[in-house]
T-cell receptor
Framework: DGGITQSPKYLFRKEGQNVTLSCEQN?????MYWYRQDPGQGLRLIYY???????QKGDIAEGYSVSREKKESFPLTVTSAQKNPTAFYLC???????????????FGQGTRLTVV | DAKTTQPTSMDCAEGRAANLPCNHS???????VYWYRQIHSQGPQYIIH???NNETNEMASLIITEDRKSSTLILPHATLRDTAVYYC????????????FGTGTRLQVTL
């Protein structure tokens, strides 16, 4: 089945350690997105990518880094520079306009990161 | 992308229609209105989208005003499983764009 997969579902790390969250999709989507969600809040955009080897900062990119070496994969690294990394992280993908495909975004089930 | 404004929360009795409003007064001509919902601790789920005509699918109906400055998502017969946070998003389709969410409306469906 086509879809978008985030792993792991729960992740614990010690303060000061970098951690990488995985996001893989087999929907052949060009665009991929990373969001952060804090309790009771909406989704805030961290980074997005429209094509392999290219990505743009979202609204809260500080303390995060991404790579897009393959179309299917868009890993997010939470670095030690991120002051409050504990949050729920969501990855999404969508087709680009003009590709004849539906353009709604599909979301993974999220990774809940706890830094202690 | 244009900014959207939604009420923070709404209640609806089970079996009744839930009408969720969204204001997007700065929407431009090449921007679509998308609706998603998020059930607690899950990834958001796409519901419906439209440009200027009203749209209906198996989940909901979308009514967009003629001036396109606001829209209403209608769940015709709300059930307890429709309890969720509903997000209204405006997204440019002219070029690929970032997908920006607001704070959404928390819909509580009650018996």
């Amino acid at each position: 089945d086509g879809g978008i997969t985030q792993s792991p579902k729960y992740l614990f790390r010690k303060e000061g350690q970098n951690v990488t969250l995985s996001c893989e999709q087999n929907l052949n989507h060009d665009a991929m997105y990373w969001y952060r969600q804090d309790p009771g809040q909406g989704l805030r955009l961290i980074y997005y990518s429209q094509i392999v080897n290219d990505f743009q900062k979202g609204d809260i990119a500080e303390g995060y880094s991404v790579s897009r070496e393959k179309k299917e994969s868009f890993p997010l690294t939470v670095t030690s520079a991120q002051k409050n990394p504990t949050a729920f992280y969501l990855c999404a993908s969508s087709a680009l306009p003009g590709q004849g495909a539906r353009t709604e975004a599909f979301f993974g089930q999220g990774t809940r990161l706890t830094v202690v | 992308d244009a900014k959207t404004t939604q009420p923070t929360s709404m209640d609806c009795a089970e079996g009744r229609a839930a009408n969720l409003p969204c204001n997007h007064s700065t929407i431009s001509g090449n921007e679509y209105v998308y609706w998603y919902r998020q059930i607690h601790s899950q990834g958001p789920q796409y519901i419906i989208h439209g440009l200027k005509n009203n749209e209906t699918n198996e989940m909901a109906s979308l009514i967009i005003t003629e001036d396109r400055k606001s829209s209403t998502l209608i769940l015709p017969h709300a059930t307890l499983r429709d309890t969720a946070v509903y997000y209204c998003i405006v997204r440019s389709i002219g070029t690929a764009s970032k997908l920006t969410f607001g704070t959404g409306t928390r819909l509580q469906v009650t018996l």
